[in-house]
C-alpha cells in the first residue's frame, strides 16, 4: 500500500512569512496527527484529526498554526507569521483509528525559519 | 500527567557489541508502550509494542524490549549491532481514550563505530 506523502520536503522562509505544509494519508484511514519534532526533541503532538472532525488541538498554537482536513482525506497545516522556533520537522502520521496504534508517519517536512 | 524519559542521549556502541536503550514511563493506567526508529531524513519506523500479557516483547530487525511495571521501565534492547541500527531511537506511550494519542520521549541518537 501507499505511504503516508508528504510535501514539500523541505521549506526555507523568513520570519514572519507564512507556509503551508501538505498531507495525503493511507487510504481508509479516518485519523491523521500532525506532530512537531523540533531538533533534539522528541515529537509532540500538534492536532488529531477523525474524519475531517478536530479531536485534539491542545497544543496548537491556534494565533499562528491552523489545520484542515478537507472531506476526512488531504490535510494542510499553515503557520502564519512564522517565529524562528518553528524550525522543526512537521510529521504527518495516519491510522486506523481504532485499537492498535497502527500509526503510519510520512517523512515530513523539514521547516527552517531564517 | 503522562511523559516519557530517555535518559542517555547520546549512545555509542562498536559493531557486534550488545545494546540497550533505557525509556521510563509515567501514566497512571495500565501503558501501552511502543519504541520508534527514525533514520537522517525518514519518518518514524515502529520496532515493537507492548499492550499486554507477556512482558517480553520482540520486534524487527532482531530488537526486543522489556515491560518492568515496578521500574516504569521499557528498555529496548538488541544482541549484537549492525552498523545499519544507527539512527534515533524514540520510546513513546499511548494515551488511551483519545483516539490512539502518543507522547514521544526526547529520543537516543545511536552511534555505531566499527
Known amino acids: 500500500e501507499a505511504g503516508v506523502a508528504q510535501s514539500p520536503r523541505y521549506k526555507i522562509i523568513e520570519k514572519r512569512q507564512s507556509v503551508a505544509f501538505w498531507c495525503n494519508p493511507i487510504?481508509?484511514?479516518?485519523?491523521l496527527y500532525w506532530y512537531q519534532q523540533i531538533l533534539g526533541q522528541g515529537p509532540k503532538l500538534l492536532i488529531q484529526?477523525?474524519?475531517?472532525?478536530?479531536?485534539?488541538d491542545s497544543q496548537l498554537p491556534k494565533d499562528r498554526f491552523s489545520a484542515e482536513r478537507l472531506k476526512g482525506v488531504d490535510s494542510t497545516l499553515k503557520i502564519q507569521p512564522a517565529k524562528l522556533e518553528d524550525s522543526a520537522v512537521y510529521l504527518c502520521?495516519?491510522?486506523?483509528?481504532?485499537?492498535?496504534?497502527?500509526?503510519?508517519f510520512g517523512s515530513g517536512t523539514r521547516l527552517t525559519v531564517v | 500527567a503522562q511523559s516519557v524519559t530517555q535518559p542517555d542521549i547520546h549512545i555509542t556502541v562498536s559493531e557486534g557489541a550488545s545494546l540497550e536503550l533505557r525509556c521510563n514511563y509515567s501514566?497512571?493506567?495500565?501503558?501501552?508502550l511502543f519504541w520508534y526508529v527514525q533514520s537522517p531524513g525518514q519518518g518514524l519506523q515502529l520496532l515493537l509494542k507492548?499492550?499486554?500479557?507477556?512482558?517480553l516483547v520482540q520486534g524487527i530487525k532482531g530488537f526486543e524490549a522489556e515491560f518492568k511495571r515496578s521500574q516504569s521501565s521499557f528498555n529496548l534492547r538488541k544482541p549484537s549491532v549492525h552498523w545499519s541500527d544507527a539512527a534515533e531511537y524514540f520510546c513513546?506511550?499511548?494515551?488511551?481514550?483519545?483516539?490512539?494519542?502518543?507522547?514521544f520521549g526526547a529520543g537516543t541518537r545511536l552511534a555505531v563505530h566499527p
Open positions: 487510504s481508509g484511514h479516518a485519523t
Open positions: 484529526f477523525q474524519n475531517n472532525g478536530v479531536v485534539d
Open positions: 501514566y497512571g493506567a495500565t501503558p501501552y
Open positions: 507492548y499492550f499486554s500479557g507477556d512482558t
Open positions: 513513546a506511550v499511548g494515551v488511551s481514550g483519545g483516539y490512539n494519542k502518543l507522547i
Open positions: 502520521a495516519s491510522s486506523t483509528g481504532t485499537g492498535g496504534y497502527g500509526y503510519t
